[in-house]
């Protein structure tokens, strides 16, 4: 191949598409599953107001303004990329064919990314702190009780075993966040008088996106590293939909997702399931919650 501008036009042209196809064809992504996409538009975000769950009351009088909390929690964006570098002579020899499945493998590692951190954040919630100071994961999240008052909730039970999650993930804000400043972009360095060509014969593409990932509020989610049976996703649950806010308001949740890596999904379809439990009764917790298992917990 005659390494000019037009091929090599062509060349970007294909090899954008590979990755486009690697990055279409990653099977569906779970995070949606546990965090909320927010836009950025600086380089940190602060979200002060987790700090408040809005309450409506009953208006008498003036409106009384709910400000938000003065506390402060700030997720700061990262530059993440991937490069791929191609020989000169590969161009020349018309050895493409090679790298087409390495520009797909690149799209598919690329629309990968958000999974990778947002469930490796979710299981390091035990010892990660929140908006509120504490692990994400806790038994005593500070709150106020209806004398407002300073009280503690908890939304961990302990264990010492492999951790598994019970949420409600149907609010507009789920337990955790997605903060996006700049989405993945495909770029190239491949004119022939790129310093990367002219020194070292080679082409050189790639992509990258800035972004976070952090906590939202704690009260949609349990998280478990006892055994999961029966008992202890009853006691999960029970404790999610006893959930309150400040001044003891219930906050109306009922967890609607089991989240288990490979190792628990046996358990967990027989929790979820199963018509009869292992004593031979009718299983009541069956189609309490829907049932996700997830790779990237393993």
Same mark, same amino acid.
């Given at each position: 191949?005659?390494?000019?501008?037009?091929?090599?036009?062509?060349?970007?042209?294909? %090899?954008?598409?590979?990755?486009?196809?690697?990055?279409?064809?990653?099977?569906?992504?779970?995070?949606?599953?546990?965090?909320?996409?927010?836009?950025?538009?600086?380089?940190?975000?602060?979200?002060?107001?987790?700090?408040?769950?809005?309450?409506?009351?009953?208006?008498?009088?003036?409106?009384?303004?709910?400000?938000?909390?003065?506390?402060?929690?700030?997720?700061?964006?990262?530059?993440?990329? *991937?490069?791929?570098?191609?020989?000169?002579?590969?161009?020349?020899?018309?050895?493409?064919?090679?790298?087409?499945? &390495?520009?797909?493998?690149?799209?598919?590692?690329?629309?990968?990314?958000?999974?990778?951190?947002?469930?490796?954040?979710?299981?390091?919630?035990?010892?990660?702190?929140?908006?509120?100071?504490?692990?994400?994961?806790?038994?005593?999240?500070?709150?106020?009780?209806?004398?407002?008052?300073?009280?503690?909730?908890?939304?961990?039970?302990?264990?010492?075993?492999?951790?598994?999650?019970?949420?409600?993930?149907?609010?507009?804000?789920?337990? &955790?966040?997605?903060?996006?400043?700049?989405? $993945?972009? %495909?770029?190239?360095?491949?004119?022939?008088?790129?310093?990367?060509?002219?020194?070292?014969?080679? %082409?050189?593409?790639?992509?990258?996106?800035?972004?976070?990932?952090?906590?939202?509020?704690?009260? %949609?989610? $349990?998280?478990?590293?006892?055994?999961?049976?029966?008992?202890?996703?009853?006691?999960?649950?029970?404790?999610?939909?006893?959930?309150?806010?400040?001044?003891?308001?219930?906050?109306?949740?009922?967890?609607? *997702? *089991?989240?288990?890596?490979?190792?628990?999904?046996?358990?967990?379809?027989?929790? *979820?399931?199963?018509?009869?439990?292992?004593?031979?009764?009718?299983?009541?917790?069956?189609?309490?919650?829907?049932?996700?298992?997830?790779? $990237?917990?393993?």
């Amino acid at each position: 191949m005659i390494i000019n501008r037009p091929n090599l036009q062509n060349l970007n042209v294909a %090899f954008n598409a590979a990755f486009t196809q690697g990055l279409s064809g990653v099977a569906a992504s779970q995070w949606p599953q546990i965090a909320t996409r927010v836009g950025s538009v600086t380089g940190t975000e602060e979200y002060g107001w987790l700090g408040k769950i809005p309450n409506v009351r009953e208006w008498l009088g003036d409106r009384q303004i709910q400000n938000i909390s003065s506390g402060s929690y700030r997720i700061k964006n990262r530059d993440f990329e *991937l490069t791929i570098s191609v020989a000169r002579n590969d161009i020349r020899d018309d050895n493409i064919g090679l790298y087409t499945p &390495l520009f797909g493998t690149m799209g598919e590692s690329t629309g990968s990314a958000y999974d990778q951190m947002l469930w490796s954040l979710l299981k390091a919630g035990f010892s990660t702190e929140c908006y509120d100071g504490q692990y994400f994961f806790d038994t005593d999240h500070p709150v106020l009780n209806a004398a407002g008052q300073p009280t503690t909730v908890a939304n961990t039970d302990g264990g010492s075993g492999t951790p598994w999650f019970l949420i409600d993930n149907r609010r507009i804000l789920k337990p &955790l966040i997605l903060q996006v400043r700049e989405d $993945w972009q %495909f770029v190239a360095k491949d004119r022939l008088d790129d310093d990367n060509v002219f020194h070292r014969k080679e %082409f050189l593409y790639g992509v990258d996106g800035r972004y976070n990932a952090g906590y939202g509020f704690w009260q %949609f989610s $349990w998280g478990s590293k006892q055994t999961l049976d029966a008992t202890s996703y009853a006691n999960a649950r029970s404790a999610v939909m006893s959930m309150k806010g400040d001044y003891e308001r219930p906050l109306g949740l009922v967890p609607n *997702l *089991l989240i288990v890596p490979p190792t628990l999904e046996t358990q967990a379809r027989k929790i *979820l399931q199963a018509e009869n439990d292992a004593a031979g009764a009718t299983n009541i917790n069956k189609g309490t919650a829907e049932l996700l298992v997830v790779p $990237w917990l393993a």
